[in-house]
């Protein structure tokens, strides 16, 4: 299971090493659940990544307020972590408040913004740009 964002950033303060860092990343991967083959469709893929990448956004409407629910895959288990990282930030979310969150902001408070190449970097914008399309999408619904 994912852990919430709040422990995950407890977990990289306590880790120095950029190593660690991509390991911790690439174990948050593995927590994410399997995202059904039928959800690996042209419509939720993310473009703009080196990685293969898909990004189901949808609205739980079983909260108070509906709710963001982010669902994800990569064919890269280092880019898995970071669809982990961005599933953590934005699900649960309302769509207005996750149109002002910034996971790539995210990627620099966890210091990881001098360590990931830039193909890696480009790929996480191309996610954030694509969460917000679908948060302004289902708010404006």
Not at 40 to 47: D, I, K, S, T, Y
Not at 68 to 78: C, E, K, Q, V, Y
Not at 113 to 134: F, L
């Amino acid at each position: 299971m994912l852990p919430n964002l709040d422990t995950i950033i407890e977990n990289f303060e306590i880790l120095d090493d950029p190593m660690d860092r991509y390991e911790y990343v690439i174990e948050l991967g593995k927590t994410l659940p399997a995202l059904p083959a039928e959800r690996h469709v042209e419509a939720n893929r993310v473009h703009g990544c080196e990685s293969q990448v898909w990004l189901d956004v949808s609205l739980d409407r079983a909260a108070d307020a509906p709710r963001l629910a982010l669902a994800g895959d990569s064919d890269s288990h280092i880019v898995k972590g970071f669809v982990a990282l961005m599933v953590a930030l934005y699900s649960g979310r309302t769509p207005e408040e996750a149109l002002k969150a910034d996971g790539f902001d995210l990627l620099k408070r966890l210091e990881f913004g001098a360590h990931i190449t830039s193909k890696r970097s480009n790929g996480v914008r191309s996610m954030v740009e694509r969460i917000h399309r679908d948060a302004g999408r289902l708010a404006a619904a």
